[in-house]
């Protein structure tokens, strides 16, 4: 029997789909049972009514009530569990998605994180719709999100921390259970999840709500004493003494208010988290019964389960905090609370004893979250295709070489694999339309952004330098700018240039060069950019109609490379395969009378 790749994901939402129906049915069964002992309770309510308090009665409804409560705990806790196995259901068939090419419904799609103006990223289809970011984003938190679409977009690592990276991802891909019971619980509320800045300049601020510890002492320690007071003199009938009961408390609402404006100010940042805190907490209780071989999420493990600060402790006692801050919520409670006990006040000191302990950790775990997340997302292509492999990293030369490289956003039966040998080389791109030279140009850079995050790479064998990588494809005209095509496309190709002599580990995909201008000037600045680039010594790739630009091919570093079409009972062909050497087809006639315009003049 042949095993598919989809398997593995059918599998589990096969085993899911049964968890489904089991605690379905024991959800309804325990709804039921709920209900039956809420009237029975009703009814016993009304027979110890009848019967003046039997003891007999009373004992008999308390075991009832303790039954109803622990029908209640019992419930959610399937309840959990039944939104759990959906979950995983729909993770599962998100990622039969990105097989089947459905994935392009996704929707998030990084777009604020499109930059037209980024020197590879909207050329490239990094981020955006059916972009890079689309198809392998499985981040839910701010920090994650953010992590990942830097390391597509930023990425400065060196050699080394590549390799360990590729550790990282590789161990990551035989643990699909952890990476996906990790995405449920960051997308449990990933639609209320918060860019956490604001708690963490709370946590690694010095404020304090009162410089005074003598201040702070009394406002500590005033409930301890007055509210009990008052209590007394009501409970003992102490009638002489009501009204210092109610001045007590008095005083007390009095001293709530007067601070009130302040802490509010400080307690909201970490209030307004509480679905923030319950996720990196979940989140953490799975990285840390998880163990890794890898050095890079090791080193991310020693970060957050410090024997002297430990993330996960740290995080439950803020989350307690959070919810004693959110009873503001239920406002009678909220009201009576600081009346009687300085609430809020309690809240803040508790807080800032907190954050003397751990504020400066913050930081750290959130975005070590973030990195855990991150990599995950680049194990993603190897969850989802048998036939991709880590690249080389070689810094020997300037050097691109893989070996049946493909595009990662084309479905795989759809994708078209070429061998590639850019070798301190610049390939100059000939072929007719639609042949396939943009979408080429694209699967390098694509795939060396890849390469560069520590991800797999689409092809069988890869090795690279790391390289610069800067690209001319989508240019456009900017009306309000007063610029045309052709001049974005002269600053765009300036500042590869200007990039190169300050450094040559630069990789340039430049697609139809100078496509804004006329024929005489494209083939005269096409001729001295490319000799520019060739005298500075980087690497590309460019593609061009204009057959004159093959003569470049006198500079030893130049090569001429070539896609075609073939034509066979009135349809055109292509096949998508590179070959050496320059154009000898064209097929811009072929293709006006295909849609029907006449040829009027030859």
């Known amino acids: 029997m042949t095993f598919m790749i989809e398997d ?15 605690y379905n049915k024991m959800s309804n069964l325990l709804s039921t049972a709920r209900i039956i002992n809420f009237l029975i309770i009703i009814f016993f309510i009304y027979t110890i009514y009848k019967a003046s308090f039997s003891r007999i009665y009373l004992l008999a409804g308390a075991v009832l009530c303790i039954i109803f409560i622990c029908l209640i ?11 759990f196995s959906k979950g995983i259901v729909d993770i599962n068939n998100r990622y039969l998605a990105r097989i089947d090419g459905s994935w392009v419904d996704f929707k998030d799609i990084g777009e604020e994180f499109i930059d037209k103006k980024h020197r590879y990223s909207y050329d490239l289809d990094i981020v955006g719709r059916s972009s890079l970011f689309q198809l392998i984003n499985i981040t839910n938190t701010w920090n994650g999100r953010m992590n990942l679409a830097n390391t597509l977009l930023k990425a400065k690592y060196d050699k080394d921390e590549i390799l360990e990276r590729q550790q990282a991802v590789k161990e990551l891909n035989d643990k699909l259970d952890f990476c996906q019971n990790v995405e449920y619980i960051s997308g449990k509320y990933s639609e209320k999840l918060q860019d956490p800045e604001k ?7 010095e404020e304090t709500l009162f410089k005074s510890q003598k201040l702070r002492n009394l406002i500590r320690f005033a409930p301890l004493i007055f509210t009990p007071l008052s209590f007394g003199i009501l409970i003992f009938k102490i009638n002489n003494l009501y009204a210092l009961g109610i001045a007590l408390i008095s005083i007390q609402f009095i001293m709530w208010l007067l601070g009130f404006a302040k802490i509010i100010r400080i307690l909201g940042p970490v209030g307004d988290f509480r679905y923030n805190l319950e996720t990196y907490k979940s989140i953490l209780e799975l990285i840390e019964k998880e163990s890794f071989e890898s050095k890079k999420i090791n080193r991310i493990k020693e970060t957050l389960f410090s024997k002297k600060l430990s993330s996960i402790l740290a995080l439950k006692e803020l989350d307690i905090i959070s919810q004693k801050i959110n009873l503001k919520h239920s406002h009678i409670i909220y009201f ?97 339309n639609m042949s396939g030279k943009t979408t080429f140009l694209r699967t390098l850079g694509i795939n060396l952004v890849l390469a560069y995050s520590g991800a797999p790479v689409y092809a069988s064998k890869m090795s690279c330098a790391i390289l610069d990588i800067f690209t001319s494809m989508r240019v456009t005209d900017d009306l309000k700018g007063g610029i045309s095509t052709f001049y974005a496309e002269l600053l765009r190709i300036k500042e590869i240039i200007i990039h190169a002599e300050k450094n040559n580990k630069l990789i340039f995909f430049i697609d139809e ?17 490319l000799a520019n680039l060739n005298e500075i010594g980087a690497i590309g790739a460019i593609t061009t109609h204009d057959l004159e630009l093959c003569q470049l091919d006198k500079y030893d570093r130049i090569k001429n490379y070539n896609f075609s079409e073939q034509y066979r009972n009135n349809r055109i062909f292509f096949d998508y395969k590179l070959r050496k050497g320059k154009s000898t087809t064209t097929n811009a006639k072929y293709l006006m009378k295909l849609v029907g315009i006449k040829l009027l003049e030859d």
Not at 73 to 83: F, P, Q, S, T, V
Not at 199 to 205: D, N, P, R, V
Request: net charge neutral; aromatic share 8%.
């Open 8 to 22: 593995k994901f059918n599998i589990r939402i096969q085993k899911q789909n049964e968890n489904i129906e089991k």
């Open 513 to 529: 060069i100078f496509k804004g201008t006329n024929s005489k000037d494209r083939i005269l600045g096409a001729k001295n950019v």
């Open 199 to 205: 708690l963490i300049e709370y946590a690694e601020s």
């Open 336 to 432: 009576l609370l600081n009346g009687l006990l300085l609430w809020d006040y309690e809240c803040v000191f508790s807080l800032e004893d907190w954050k003397r302990k751990y504020g400066l950790e913050v930081k750290k775990w959130i975005e070590a979250i973030g990195e855990i997340e991150c990599l995950m997302s680049l194990s993603v292509p190897l969850h989802i295709d048998e036939s991709i492999a880590f690249p080389t990293i070689d810094n020997s030369r300037l050097c691109v070489r893989a070996v049946s490289m493909g595009h990662p956003l084309i479905n795989n039966k759809d994708r078209v694999l070429n061998d590639v040998e850019l070798d301190d080389s610049i390939f100059v791109i000939t072929g007719s």
């Open 73 to 83: 705990i019992y419930h959610n806790k399937i309840k959990e569990k039944l939104r």
